[in-house]
């Protein structure tokens, strides 16, 4: 055997053992599952946004619809039609979405994505659901605080599905949350990106149903939750998560795991959309 004949088959055992070190970390990181991270609050950890970094609500909406005005007139009307499908099935589904607790709102995506998004099955995406709600909802606090608009049910006297948080309406929290979770699982599973978008539209819809909220709360709520998702992307603790739920989907496919939601009568509830007045 020649002298290099003897030194390239010696580097290429190292590189075989080198990358079969790094397989087994990636192996063993995944069966961990993800890093503990600090949480803000028991069973919460914190975003991923450090302060200056989550887009400032206040900085860049306009200011909200005003009674009288042309906007609060479609406001108002939206709010009708979509108050008719609060006893149909997608006033059920409304009530559901209202509920932004873990473990209950992880599995909001699972039926659009085609697989269960558990603590268990897919530790990186549960986690980063968490952490990304987390920068959404820090992305609207300052224009809720600072119009502390008036919630419809305050306005047209019928009752919320659920009770609603104590801040103002404007813009809408859960619709933040929902559209920025949205585009994240899009990115990650674009053969799916139309059912997820859907579900991401109906996730803030779902405000309007259950009377907590005004549609253009849900429009503005939607911008800062893609404007939150625009900043995630420069954080690379974030894109490593990303590449990590992704492997995490691409797995729970291959083991044929299912949703654990009645991914039939989600599609039903969907189906229906707020109906004109009689």
């Given at each position: 055997m020649t002298k290099s004949l003897v030194v390239s088959t010696a580097l290429a055992a190292l590189f075989a053992i080198q990358g079969c070190g790094v397989a087994s970390r990636a192996?063993?990181?995944?069966?961990?599952?993800?890093?503990r991270i600090a949480e803000v609050r028991p069973n919460a950890p914190a975003g991923y946004l450090a302060a200056g970094v989550v887009p400032d609500s206040l900085a860049v909406l306009p200011?909200?619809?005003?009674?009288?005005?042309?906007?609060f007139a479609l406001d108002e009307d939206v709010s009708q039609k979509s108050l008719a499908l609060r006893d149909t099935l997608r006033g059920a589904l409304a009530t559901e979405d209202a509920d932004l607790a873990f473990p209950h709102v992880a599995g909001t995506f699972s039926c659009a994505l085609g697989a269960p998004i558990t603590e268990q099955d897919t530790p990186h995406l549960y986690q980063l659901l968490e952490r990304s709600l987390v920068d959404a909802f820090r992305s609207i606090e300052a224009a809720k605080?600072?119009?502390?608009?008036?919630?419809?049910?305050?306005?047209?006297?019928?009752?919320?599905c659920a009770p609603p948080g104590s801040m103002g309406s404007y813009p809408s929290g859960h619709a933040a949350a929902g559209w920025a979770w949205a585009l994240i699982l899009g990115e990650m599973a674009p053969e799916r990106i139309d059912a997820i978008l859907s579900r991401g539209g109906a996730f803030g819809q779902s405000r309007l149903i259950c009377n907590a909220h005004w549609q253009s709360d849900v429009n503005e709520g939607r911008f800062m939750g893609a404007s939150t998702v625009a900043s995630l992307h420069a954080d690379s603790n974030f894109r490593t998560d990303v590449a990590s739920a992704k492997a995490e989907i691409v797995a729970a496919r291959a083991k044929g795991l299912r949703p654990q939601r009645d991914c039939k009568a989600e599609a039903e509830a969907m189906a229906l959309q707020p109906l004109p007045l009689r």
């Open positions: 192996a063993t990181e995944q069966r961990a599952g993800p890093a200011p909200p619809p005003v009674a009288g005005s042309a906007a605080s600072h119009y502390l608009r008036v919630r419809p049910y305050l306005v047209n006297k019928v009752p919320p």
